[in-house]
């Protein structure tokens, strides 16, 4: 092999490292920051802002939407994450979480970054829109402070209560277009509400052992897994009936219907079959259905306000 070839291989070899390197460095990010959770919960205040504006979002507000949002999320998520590092080592589902594993040198630093992350979405919304800035800040202050630390380790109304931080993102959308008390806003906004124990609890039922060890005491850990499934039963009943109803909403109306109608069914079918056998495949199947079922709704609001 002569030195030119070798040079080659050894540049090769150099940029595949930093490729793999660079990829486990993003990846972790995305785990971090539980991207794919800012995701929806932006998705959310969208649905909000064009309930509001009946579709005649602007441009600046979509972007005030977008950069806040995920600011704020994905700082609150991170400092969850912080909080928690010791607990998620000890279940099985969050284990590999990089706080968890100590994939950073100092993780304060996260916790630091993080918390700047929620201050700026706050003080870049609060010229714009004090309402939203309040908005965004309540979310993160349940999530972490009144979720996180207080209610998590004591009582299984952890849900109940911090599930107020997910209507806190559709609040926002109303608010970054100056209408948040627009009664299709607050319909969504409940909707979200009853829609977070549905989906927390059907996958705390499928992991309860984790949560056990965890000493979490999330409801499946609490009660039995048959009266786990029927609350979360009861909760996806009060789902169905704010999702039907949004359809008064006259920005709404038969077309939305069309879609979260037969969704709505979709829901309820598998909430019926996590009670009749309340085992880890059905409850973690609710779980991805109610994440594909919020989807659908809030599909359902983009396509009928905007066209």
Not at 44 to 58: E, K, M
Not at 69 to 91: C, F, H, K, P, W
Not at 94 to 107: D, E, H, I, K, M
Request: hydrophobic letters at 55%.
């Amino acid at each position: 092999m002569d030195a030119k070839t070798r040079v080659s291989g050894g540049i090769t070899w150099k940029l595949e490292r930093a490729r793999i390197i660079a990829g486990e460095f993003l990846g972790r990010l995305v785990v971090l920051f539980k991207l794919r959770v800012v995701v929806l919960l932006v998705l959310a205040s969208l649905g909000g802002a064009l309930l509001a504006s009946r579709g005649a979002l602007t441009l600046g507000q979509f972007f005030m939407l977008l950069i806040t949002g995920t600011l704020s999320s994905a700082g609150a998520s991170a400092v969850n994450q912080y909080i928690e590092r010791d607990r998620d080592g000890r279940m099985t589902r969050t284990r590999l979480r990089p706080l968890a594993v100590g994939a950073f040198v100092r993780p304060e630093t996260t916790l630091e970054v993080s918390v700047v992350l929620v201050i700026l979405a706050v003080m870049i919304a609060l010229p714009f829109s004090v309402s939203l800035a309040i908005f965004l800040a309540a979310g993160a202050v349940i999530y972490i402070w009144v979720y996180t630390l207080w209610l998590k380790p004591r009582t299984w109304l952890n849900i109940i209560i911090g599930g107020a931080a997910g209507s806190c993102a559709v609040l926002s959308g109303g608010a970054a277009v100056g209408n948040w008390s627009e009664p299709g806003v607050l319909a969504l906004a409940l909707l979200i509400y009853a829609w977070t124990p549905t989906h927390f609890w059907s996958l705390a039922l499928a992991y309860r052992d984790d949560y056990a060890r965890a000493g979490v005491p999330m409801l499946p850990v609490v009660v039995s897994a048959r009266t786990s499934a029927n609350w979360i039963t009861f909760h996806t009943a009060m789902i169905a009936l704010i999702a039907l109803l949004m359809g008064l909403h006259p920005a709404l109306g038969w077309y939305y219907l069309l879609i979260t109608a037969p969704a709505t069914l979709w829901l309820g079918w598998h909430s019926l079959r996590l009670v009749q056998n309340p085992d880890h495949g059905r409850a973690l199947k609710l779980f991805k259905v109610s994440n594909m079922y919020l989807g659908l709704v809030l599909m359902a609001i983009y396509l009928v306000t905007l066209f």
